[in-house]
């Protein structure tokens, strides 16, 4: 069965709040390749419906994640929007090793403390995998709002754990999203290298 197929059929057995969240989440991934401000109106209706999907799934970090998506849609709206100049946007940036090596030790310890209240003070479901990809989430998100382009390697490790949590949890269309997600990232990491080299051209 073809990948199309297999999305088709999962589509057909899942509630119309998740395909449509589903929908509007590949058209943000598509829009963001693009560098289109578009994408992140349709960040914003996805995130909104996954909000309370994934709280009837037990899966808490991963709705707060989505609930600040929200929030940063409204935030990348805004910084893509201003960041303009003299008709161009906002230009493709890359960050010192030393930022990323400072985040990834916060996002670390954040996720040992919010996996451990998790894990002693509710049901949640993988409290440890789903704090790290959630906080992980949060800080590539922000790398997205500000066009830095490691996102894209932050995102393949995110959406790769991210299908495995959510096939276990009957979210099998959002898993099905992220596996095209995961074949999507390539493009977006291509296409903002070409940006950037011809903006410093």
Same mark, same amino acid.
């Given at each position: 069965m073809s990948l199309l197929a297999l999305i088709k059929d999962q589509a057909q057995a899942q509630s119309v709040p998740?395909?449509?969240?589903?929908?509007?989440?590949?058209?943000?991934?598509?829009?963001? @390749?693009?560098?289109?401000?578009?994408?992140?109106?349709? /960040?914003? @209706?996805?995130?909104?419906? $996954?909000? *309370?999907?994934?709280?009837?799934?037990?899966?808490?970090?991963?709705?707060?994640?989505?609930?600040?998506?929200?929030?940063?849609?409204?935030y990348g709206w805004t910084v893509w929007k201003t960041g303009r100049r003299e008709g161009h946007d906002l230009p493709v940036v890359v960050w010192p090793l030393k930022a990323h090596l400072i985040a990834i030790g916060a996002v670390v310890s954040l996720s040992a403390v919010s996996g451990f209240l998790l894990s002693s003070r509710s049901d949640a479901a993988f409290p440890y995998v789903d704090s790290l990809t959630t906080w992980f989430a949060i800080w590539g998100t922000f790398l997205v709002a500000r066009k830095v382009l490691e996102n894209w390697w932050y995102w393949l490790v995110i959406d790769v754990a991210s299908v495995f949590i959510y *096939?276990? !949890?009957?979210?099998?269309? +959002?898993?099905?999203?992220?596996?095209? $997600?995961?074949?999507?990232?390539?493009?977006?990491?291509?296409?903002? +290298? !070409?940006?950037? !080299?011809?903006?410093? /051209?």
């Amino acid at each position: 069965m073809s990948l199309l197929a297999l999305i088709k059929d999962q589509a057909q057995a899942q509630s119309v709040p998740e395909v449509v969240a589903v929908l509007a989440a590949i058209a943000y991934l598509g829009f963001a @390749i693009r560098q289109n401000i578009v994408c992140w109106i349709f /960040a914003a @209706i996805s995130t909104a419906i $996954y909000i *309370w999907l994934f709280v009837t799934a037990k899966l808490y970090m991963e709705s707060a994640l989505n609930a600040f998506y929200l929030v940063m849609a409204g935030y990348g709206w805004t910084v893509w929007k201003t960041g303009r100049r003299e008709g161009h946007d906002l230009p493709v940036v890359v960050w010192p090793l030393k930022a990323h090596l400072i985040a990834i030790g916060a996002v670390v310890s954040l996720s040992a403390v919010s996996g451990f209240l998790l894990s002693s003070r509710s049901d949640a479901a993988f409290p440890y995998v789903d704090s790290l990809t959630t906080w992980f989430a949060i800080w590539g998100t922000f790398l997205v709002a500000r066009k830095v382009l490691e996102n894209w390697w932050y995102w393949l490790v995110i959406d790769v754990a991210s299908v495995f949590i959510y *096939w276990s !949890r009957d979210l099998h269309l +959002t898993s099905l999203l992220f596996i095209v $997600y995961v074949i999507m990232i390539p493009f977006g990491l291509v296409s903002w +290298t !070409r940006s950037m !080299r011809r903006q410093e /051209a």
